[in-house]
């Protein structure tokens, strides 16, 4: 059990989260190449992806691993991208630091997905049952591609004092 959950319970949480947090990050993302933030979507995205991240360590301890490494990253972008929004409000280079810091969490957040996409999948598993199989890099490595661009372009673009709704 944990926090009162079966362990099945508690993993179908927390994928649910992760799935939250992945369309409204993408959401958020899409806004800030239009320089726009909306601040329900933004709250949603950086609640369920840091709920994601911290569900994440309440699984059995076995050891610092892969996942454990992956969250601690996403819990440190999250932090700066959490400082830049609510303390800093994107004055001067808070401005890039919180769209670095939400594209790379959500970047984590999918890559996560990808990972457990090629484990759980039989269709996709069978292409790479070690998860060092070329289609799972290829698709790592387009993943990351797009989040890069997509992360330059956010950063290029975002300006959201004159584009935010009220």
């Known amino acids: 059990m944990i926090i009162g959950m079966s362990v099945s ?16 990050g993408i959401t958020v993302v899409f806004d800030m190449l239009s320089a726009m933030r909306r601040n329900g979507w933004t709250v949603l995205f950086l609640a369920t992806t840091v709920a994601t991240s911290v569900t994440g360590f309440m699984f059995p301890f076995t050891g610092l691993d892969a ?7 996403s819990l440190l972008a999250l932090a700066v ?26 970047y984590l957040n999918v890559f996560v997905g990808v990972v457990q996409a090629f484990q759980k999948l039989p269709s996709l598993h069978r292409l790479a049952p070690t998860g060092s199989e070329p289609p799972f890099v290829i ?5 990351m591609a797009i ?11 975002f300006h959201p004092s004159a584009h935010t709704p009220a």
């Not at 989040?147 to 673009?157: D, E, N, P, Q, T």
């Open 9 to 24: 319970a508690f993993t179908t949480f927390h994928v649910i989260l992760s799935l939250i947090g992945i369309v409204t």
């Open 67 to 73: 996942p454990g490494v992956v969250g601690i990253v």
């Open 81 to 106: 991208t959490l400082l830049a929004l609510y303390a800093y409000h994107l004055a001067g280079a808070w401005r890039w630091l919180y769209v670095a810091g939400a594209v790379v969490a959500l």
């Open 139 to 143: 698709a790592q490595a387009l993943v």
């Open 147 to 157: 989040f890069v661009i997509l992360g330059i372009l956010a950063g290029r673009r």
